[in-house]
């Protein structure tokens, strides 16, 4: 049983990670058909501008400095993101094609570009000596740094759903995910809207990047690509544009990756792209998703 | 004077040439129906005046060139739009449906209530789970919030069973007597009943305009439309 309650937690905690690469892309790619390549570089910016803040602008490693760090690492990422969506995407609208290479582009330079100035290897995020602390839940011992994750994971999605939900930006994002030519027939300049999602979702990674970096132990250009792969999986198998479905299918993924390698040791990535295929075959829009005009 | 006027305008989708040369002209107060056989371009004209569509050629909004304009500004410029087969957000309630669609400082919810009270009761209903009939009125009340100096309305009475072809008809007459308004429409009784000029298309171009007393002549409603006279 402890064993059940260790992976599940885990898990989670995983998915909690795993949701905040995905909300950013599932929105970005519902509302505005953009096939975002560049996220993860919006993750990767973010974990470097907490590391920034973290180890040149503050030189303590309490609780505040990393809250700080997750706050500057989200507003990092989602400047970044803007920066991009106003620079090249703005001036593909509509070609996708086109969208995907230049994000692909932007990946690459921007990878290269991080690379060249910190090196790849992995540099250590100061994290709260709490961090290493456990906690032991029926029996099970749980890293605490897991509940962290999970807690910032939803309070983001509690955000996101009360944005989309109770403001009017929001109310444009939800008409336009669903429609947005109609929405712009309608006298609203849709192009403000994509530009609060690419923040959004700029921000989220950048939040992400900060705390991959301390579930991973460190930052690096890298490790961005793996994590983007993983918010793909979840936005397809969630449902494009859905925020509700990233978050289930990012939790989905979570814990059947950590039940899988548990198991059948090395085979979680195999289990996860059988599990996509699943959903691809019997449920293409995605679990919550539904098709855009 | 003319509200609106449509000079040479093309349009091009995925190759094929759609629109050919469009020319027509909508006079201010009045209410032009838009017809021809389906397929001849009369909802792409419309998309095409809303820049929904790429095109070439010129419309003018009174002395405003609309071509080039991108669509927001062109519905927050007075041109409201009802599109074909309603296009309402059918996860949004029937209230957000319409507060996204309000964009004047006044919003009119009196008239769209007083014309379809029903959406007040329904304001919490998701639109996706609204009849046919209900959705189109959505449809309809949106750009009635915003002060409009021409209407387009593509289609209107589509798919609507006959009480509610009606209900919609009584509508449009009503809205008829407050906007200039364009209206594609299938429906020759509805056209008789509210409209005071005709366009009529054929294969991307126009090929008539006059009065619509010309839709009692049977002969013409067969070479122009054909259909025989009355409901097609």
Do not use: C
């Amino acid at each position: 049983m402890d064993t059940f309650i260790l992976i599940s937690i885990t898990g989670i905690g995983l998915g909690a990670l795993y949701f905040l690469v995905a909300s950013g892309l599932s929105l970005i790619y519902g509302l505005m058909g953009v096939l975002n390549f560049a996220h993860g570089t919006f993750m990767s910016v973010g974990a470097y501008m907490g590391l920034w803040f973290s180890t040149q602008v503050v030189h303590t490693t309490n609780t505040w400095t990393f809250i700080g760090a997750l706050i500057v690492g989200g507003l990092g990422g989602g400047l970044f993101a803007l920066i991009v969506e106003q620079l090249v995407i703005t001036r593909l609208y509509e070609r996708h094609i086109d969208q995907a290479l230049v994000t692909v582009g932007v990946a690459l330079v921007v990878g290269a570009m991080l690379g060249g100035w910190f090196t790849n290897d992995l540099r250590l995020l100061p994290t709260p000596t709490w961090f290493i602390n456990i906690v032991k839940v029926r029996g099970a011992i749980i890293p605490v740094d897991r509940f962290l994750y999970i807690g910032v994971a939803a309070l983001l999605l509690v955000v996101m759903l009360a944005i989309l939900k109770f403001t009017r930006i929001g109310l444009i994002i939800r008409a336009g995910v669903e429609n947005r030519h109609m929405v712009t027939a309608l006298g609203i300049n849709v192009r403000l809207a994509f530009s609060a999602v690419f923040f959004l979702g700029g921000f989220a990674a950048g939040v992400g990047g900060v705390l991959t970096a301390a579930y991973q132990n460190g930052v690096s250009p890298l490790t961005a690509g793996t994590w983007l792969i993983y918010g793909f999986i979840v936005v397809v198998v969630g449902g494009m544009g859905s925020i509700g479905g990233s978050a289930l299918a990012a939790m989905l993924i979570g814990i059947t990756k950590q039940f899988a390698n548990y198991y059948i040791p090395g085979l979680g990535d195999f289990v996860i792209v059988f599990l996509l295929a699943a959903v691809l075959l019997t449920k293409p829009q995605g679990l919550l998703g539904k098709v855009s005009a | 004077m003319n509200a609106l006027a449509v000079k040479d305008l093309h349009v091009y989708i995925q190759g094929s040439h759609i629109l050919q040369g469009v020319n027509f002209e909508v006079p201010a107060n009045q209410v032009t129906a838009l017809l021809g056989r389906n397929g001849v371009g009369k909802s792409t004209t419309l998309k095409a005046i809303m820049a929904l569509y790429p095109s070439t050629g010129s419309v003018k909004l009174f002395d405003k060139e609309l071509n080039g304009v991108p669509t927001h500004k062109i519905a927050r410029g007075g041109v409201g739009y009802v599109p074909e087969d309603r296009e309402i957000f059918s996860t949004l309630t029937v209230k957000e449906n319409l507060s996204l669609a309000a964009h004047a400082e006044d919003p009119n919810y009196e008239l769209i209530y007083s014309l379809f009270p029903e959406l007040l009761s329904r304001g919490a209903q998701r639109a996706g789970t609204l009849s046919g009939g209900q959705q189109q009125m959505v449809a309809i009340a949106r750009p009635l919030l915003n002060k409009n100096q021409i209407l387009l309305v593509d289609e209107p009475t589509k798919g609507l069973a006959p009480k509610l072809v009606a209900e919609v008809a009584d509508a449009l007459a009503l809205v008829a007597h407050e906007s200039t308004m364009l209206v594609v429409e299938q429906n020759l009784a509805l056209v008789k009943r509210i409209a005071q000029f005709i366009v009529v298309m054929d294969q991307g171009k126009v090929i008539f305009e006059g009065g619509p007393e010309n839709l009692h002549d049977e002969k013409f409603v067969h070479s122009m439309l054909g259909v025989s006279g009355g409901h097609k």
